[in-house]
């Protein structure tokens, strides 16, 4: 079992920026990849950016991309999401999960999920 705890949504006013993070514990090794995603009320789950953990390879979904990066920090088993340039679209309740196989990391059928963070941003 993995255990993801989200922190650092709140409310922005637009062209703003948050870091969100995504603290890890458990059996974190089993984990292939580890990835944001994001859902605003009345639309689908969707990803917002992934990290292989071997590679720290990343992807970006084309929304957010130049505005948002992904990072980890090892030491502290953490996950990042930074965020530049906020938009009122960017509105949404933010996800932290984790993957144990690549065919989940690049679909959104994750095995592990954190309870979200809030972010609101107001024009």
């Known amino acids: 079992q993995v255990q993801l705890v989200e922190s650092g949504g709140g409310s922005v006013q637009a062209g703003g920026s948050l870091r969100l993070s995504c603290a890890a514990s458990?059996?974190?090794?089993?984990?292939?990849?580890m990835g944001w995603f994001r859902q605003a009320p009345g639309k689908e789950r969707a990803k917002v950016a992934r990290?292989?953990?071997?590679?720290?390879?990343?992807y970006t979904a084309a929304s957010v991309k130049g505005r948002f990066t992904i990072s980890r920090d090892n030491a502290k088993n953490t996950l990042y999401l930074q965020m530049n340039s906020l938009k009122p679209e960017d509105t949404a309740m933010y996800y932290c999960?984790?993957?144990?196989?690549?065919?989940?990391?690049?679909?959104?059928?994750?095995?592990?999920w954190g309870q979200g963070t809030q972010v609101t941003v107001s024009s």
């Open positions: 999960a984790a993957a144990t196989d690549w065919g989940r990391c690049i679909g959104n059928d994750y095995n592990y």
């Open positions: 458990g059996n974190t090794y089993n984990s292939v990849c």
């Open positions: 990290m292989a953990t071997g590679d720290d390879s990343t």
